[in-house]
Structure formats: C-alpha cells, structure tokens
C-alpha cells in the first residue's frame, strides 16, 4: 500500500499529549488560609442574619427572640472578627486595610462594612445585658444610656447584615481558585440562604415557641434557597465542581445538605409545638450552615491544588473560541 493510502494515526509518531502540569506543580498557589477563614465565614453569616432577625423581633415585641438574636450577633461577630484577625497575624493589619476605600475590591468594601456593623451590633447585643447589671448601673447613666441606644444601633445593624451575609461570597469568587471563581453565580445565593438558616436555627434554639415563629420561617426559607443554590451551583460549575463532591470537601458538604434538609423539615413540621424539636432543628441547621463554608472552603484549596481544574476550563473555552 502506497504511503498516500495509508490511514493517518499510523503516521503518528508521537502520542498524544496528556497534561500534568509543569514539573508537578500547580498553576493556581492555594490561598494561605487555616480554618480559622471558613469559621470567620460562618460565624459573620450568623451575625449578619441573626442582626435582621432582631430587628424584625424588636418591631414585633418578640422580646425573648431580639434578645437571642442581638446575643446571637454580638458573640457571631466578634468571634469572626478574632478569627479573622488571627488568621492575619496582627490586629494593626486590619486596621492597615481601613488606611484606603477602594469599591472595586471586595476586600476592601468587605473591611469598611464590617468596621460599619461592628460597632452597632455589639452595642445592640450589651444593651441587652442590662438587666443582668448591678443595680447601681442598671438604673444610673450607664443603664439608660444602654436602654435608649439597643434599638437605633439594633436598626442600624440590620441595615448593614445583607452585606456582612453576603460579601464574603463575593470575596472568594473574585479570587482565581477555580471552584470558588466558577462558583460566582450561585455562591453569593448559597451564603446568604446558609445565613438565614442559621440565624433562624439560632433563634429555633434561644427563643420561646410563641416568639420563634419568625425565627422558623427563617430558617425553612433560608435552608430552602441554600439546597437549591448549591444544586444549580454544582449543576453550572462543570469540572470545577468535582471538589465539591470528593475527599473532606465531599464530607462537608453531604454533612450540610443532610444537617440542613434535617433542620428545615423538623422546623417546619414541628418546631411550633415541640421545644425539644425546635432545639434539634436549630441546632441541625446551624451546624448544616458551618458544614457549607468549611466545604466550599476546602473544595476551593483542593481545586488550586490540582493543575487540571485551571488548565482544561481554559482549553475547553479556547477551542470553543476558535471552533466559533
């Protein structure tokens, strides 16, 4: 058979080439982050949402549930803030961040927001730790000082939770880490949803069963938008998704789903009769919503550290550029 007729592959000299990465290392360097960052994630969620359940519970004269929530977000926040802070090194770097505004950077707007918040939902959350001041304090200066500032600062907190719930999703999607980059359009809907649950799940647990009914609601609806945000989230991030299901990531994240799912059926089906289920199922739900950013957390360091989650994305929308 003449060379003319010969099939192509048995010209084939060499095999097709099959990437690893450029002397085993990885392309994208995984973030120099600890645990103390999901743990700041989750516990500002918590804040921010239990800040507008409070709000809500103060226009409605449900006293036991504002004051589980103003708690709730006092020790959220400031339990945040020292993660954070550890996870920085030095309590001056924080402060280094405020030395510039820049809106473009999630970064940025994130440290003024919480620097905004901050302030309003600790003196919310001291304010009701009045009645447990000597009475010398309770009824001077101090005390009626703590009286009248709860519910401007519990207002103003609340118009700033949306943003302390939220813009941490946009923090790591604006990063290069492919499963948090390729989680952009659905993340910001998945934190916000694991924020409401866990502040609803909060106020499941503080609260009295006649007060709970916001916090319930909360937490179904809440639970409800996080299940169906993460569904369409790992239907849309193609490759980038498979550390979302595999090794530790894969763990926390089955762990949310089943935590949440148990959470928001108990709530809905019994937490208005039972104190005993009301606690489960708030208990469920805020442990389902620290499951949710410890595993997009480790999904994200897992996808930076394999080469294959950067590269093949980026081949796959050349040759859809070039074939166009």
């Known amino acids: ?20 990465s450029y002397y085993g290392r990885p392309v994208v360097k995984a973030a120099p982050w600890t645990a103390d960052i999901p743990a700041y994630l989750f516990l500002g969620g918590l804040a921010g949402g239990s800040s507008l359940l409070a709000a809500g519970a103060q226009a409605t004269g449900r006293d036991s549930l504002r004051r589980t929530s103003r708690l709730g977000a006092l ?6 803030m020292a993660a954070l802070v550890h ?7 924080f ?26 939902a600790g003196l919310a959350g001291v304010a009701e730790l009045r009645p447990f ?46 499963s948090w980059h390729e989680a952009h359009r659905e993340l910001p809907f998945v934190f916000v949803g694991s924020a409401a649950a866990a502040a609803g799940g909060l106020g499941l647990l503080g609260a009295s069963l006649h007060d709970a009914g916001p916090a319930r609601r909360l937490a179904v609806g809440g639970a409800l938008l996080e299940l169906a945000a993460e569904h369409r989230m790992e239907q849309s ?15 926390f994240m089955r762990a949310s789903k089943a935590l949440t799912a148990f959470g928001a059926v108990t709530a809905a089906v019994l937490g208005g009769r039972s104190r005993v289920a009301a606690g489960l199922a708030g208990a469920a739900l805020m442990a389902g919503s620290a499951c949710t950013r410890f595993g997009v957390f480790e999904a994200g ?8 989650y950067t590269v093949v994305p980026q081949r796959e929308r050349l040759n859809a550029r070039l074939g166009s």
Not at 237 to 251: D, F, I, K, S, Y
Not at 301 to 308: C, F, V
């Open 1 to 20: 058979m003449s060379p003319r007729g010969r099939r192509r592959d048995e010209f084939q000299m060499v095999p097709d080439a099959h990437f690893t």
């Open 75 to 80: 020790v959220g926040i400031s339990l945040s």
């Open 87 to 93: 996870d920085l090194g030095k309590p001056a770097r």
């Open 95 to 120: 402060a280094n961040m405020l030395r510039v505004a820049k809106p473009t950077s999630p970064m940025s707007v994130g440290t003024w927001v919480l620097t905004a918040y901050g302030p309003m």
């Open 133 to 178: 001041l000597p009475r010398s304090l309770r009824d001077g200066a101090v005390g009626r000082l703590l009286g009248a500032a709860g519910t401007p600062a519990g207002a103003l907190a609340a118009l700033a939770a949306p943003a302390v719930a939220s813009y941490t999703a946009v923090l790591l999607s604006d990063t290069a880490t492919p």
């Open 237 to 251: 991030m193609g490759l980038a998704a498979e550390p979302l299901r595999a090794g530790t990531p894969g763990r």
């Open 301 to 308: 360091q897992e996808s930076a550290r394999d080469p294959k």
